[in-house]
């Protein structure tokens, strides 16, 4: 019922910014919370940061909580991750994720297999 789509991945020095896009597809965007989440090479999928379906309300992990921003634009069917100060350790594939019945209220849905729909990954590197 949703498809996404992830761009913005890229090389990019430590202490840098990246912005990461999430273009959605259908017209009913704002139904759906949309969760960023990454994984680095032998490590399992983490989350990163999330927004309620109005965007009213965000989440972030701790490793990267004032340093990232996440957002949505539901008119242009769009949610976006912005990275600043970006650190070696950011270097992952970078997924997108919404669902219908997300609502951030335990730790469920801070666990990617709780995720219906998933974007197909953008690569992100940080280089020191």
């Known amino acids: 019922q949703v498809q996404l789509v992830e761009s913005g991945g890229g090389l990019v020095q430590a202490g840098g910014s990246l912005r990461l896009s999430c273009a959605a597809s259908g017209r009913t965007f704002s139904d759906y919370a949309m969760g960023w989440f990454r994984q680095a090479p032998g490590k399992e999928r983490e989350f990163v940061a999330g927004i309620a379906w109005s965007g009213g309300n965000t989440y972030y992990s701790d490793s990267v909580k004032g340093r990232f921003t996440v957002s949505r634009d539901n008119d242009r069917n769009t949610g976006y991750l912005q990275m600043n100060s970006l650190k070696p350790e950011d270097t992952a594939v970078y997924y997108c994720?919404?669902?219908?019945?997300?609502?951030?209220?335990?730790?469920?849905?801070?666990?990617?297999?709780?995720?219906?729909?998933w974007g197909q990954g953008t690569q992100v590197t940080v280089s020191s």
């Open positions: 994720a919404a669902d219908r019945y997300i609502y951030f209220s335990g730790r469920r849905s801070y666990d990617a297999p709780s995720w219906d729909y």
